[in-house]
């Protein structure tokens, strides 16, 4: 006997119906998002796991999650769905054109504000047909849209990376110290974390990775740090800076020769810091992700195979 005919099955009906269930963790949130009733996306994945002969899900109160061989099957067939479901965007992008659609970016503040604005003005140049959507979020945030398919990519900087995420760096900056402009430590071509212990620091909240960093250089070095104010944005930050109520440690990514703060250089202490692109991987690109990224970073898609 021959293989299965699929298509008499609507196979892709069923692997849709379970990939956008596997995105979400919930049936009725995939039959939102695909227009159908609840019965009719449980029926389609009960379809499938009779074909195949698994089980795909397991429940978890109100939440699915995927079973080992529902996690393989999804890492094989989402990049599937997605090229299937976007074809029609990939064929006209091969022949030069890219006038519909939609591109979603997760991002941070300091990435929104001081990398994107050059791309992003480059790209809406090049196809203004396609809507462009920045999402605010922060890193952990961007992990749980990347891994729900709800951004096409990140753009920042990651000290850790997952093992189901692709980080290609592809710029750094370096860490400083700013204080007021007279501030006893301003105009310091160099400075200790003892000499920066008696000042207050200004830190975005506990939960970024600059608090942690923060935190374990000074302990590493044996040093002592006080708070003395918590703010959210590099922007706020160095505005109450100016205002001296205290100094803080940045990158200089978010410094401009308008800033009327002092910056003395912390290489000795604290890394550079990257950003680039973030992706999950098995993400299938769509053509308005490819050509913006390749934009901003060429190397990513000659070393990613994309």
Partial sequence: MGSPIYYKHNRLKQLRAFCYAARTGSVSQAAEALFLSQ????????ALERDIQVKLFERRGPKISLTPEGEALYQLSDPLVEGIDK?????????GSLESGELNIAAGESTILYIL????????KTYPQVQIKLHNVTGRDG????????????????????????????MSFDPCLITPLDHPLANRKSVTLKEISPYGLILPPRHLSTWRMVDLVFTQNNATYEVAL?????EIVKKYVEIGLGVSIVTDICLTDCDKVSRIPLNEYFPKRSYGIVLRKGKFLSPQAKSFIEMMDPEFSHENGN
């Fill in 39 to 46: 019965p009719s996306v449980t029926l389609q994945i009960q």
């Fill in 87 to 95: 074809l029609p965007e990939t064929f006209a992008a091969q022949f």
């Fill in 143 to 170: 992990m749980t849209m990347l891994r729900a398919d709800e951004a096409d990519f990140a753009v920042g900087s990651m000290l850790e990376v997952p093992e189901d995420i692709i980080y290609h760096p592809s």
């Fill in 117 to 124: 604005p050059e791309c992003i003005t480059k790209f809406a």
């Fill in 230 to 234: 918590e703010a959210g944005g590099w």
